[in-house]
């Protein structure tokens, strides 16, 4: 039923910026916590930033400072701006809608972040 799809990876020069797109399949985020993942290879993946339906944030001490996700609820997409980008931001970044009483969650497709030095 719900569908997010990914966009905005590429590649980018260290201290660069870019933004990641998750446009969902509807109007969901009253009910899901919206959330970015990221995996790098040989690592585990990784919560990089949560947004809850009330408009709370919570983000990796990693990208404190350094990113900020937010949403707009008329076009069902959420976001995460990626500014000062490292190379160890490098990764495949999934975009992921939680319910947790619900115990239910989906993921997008994943787009590549790469940040060379």
């Known amino acids: 039923q719900v569908q997010l799809v990914e966009s905005g990876g590429g590649l980018v020069q260290a201290g660069g910026s870019l933004r990641l797109s998750c446009a969902a399949s509807g109007s969901i985020f009253s009910m899901y916590v919206m959330g970015w993942y990221r995996q790098a290879p040989g690592k585990q993946r990784e919560l990089v930033a949560t947004l809850s339906s009330v408009g709370m944030t919570n983000y990796a001490d990693s990208v404190k400072g350094r990113f900020t996700i937010s949403r707009d609820n008329a076009k069902n997409t959420v976001y995460l701006q990626m500014n000062n980008l490292k190379p160890e931001d490098t990764a495949v970044y999934y975009c992921?809608?939680?319910?947790?009483?619900?115990?239910?969650?989906?993921w997008g497709q994943g787009t590549q972040v790469t940040v060379s030095s």
């Open positions: 992921n809608a939680a319910n947790y009483r619900a115990n239910q969650g989906y």
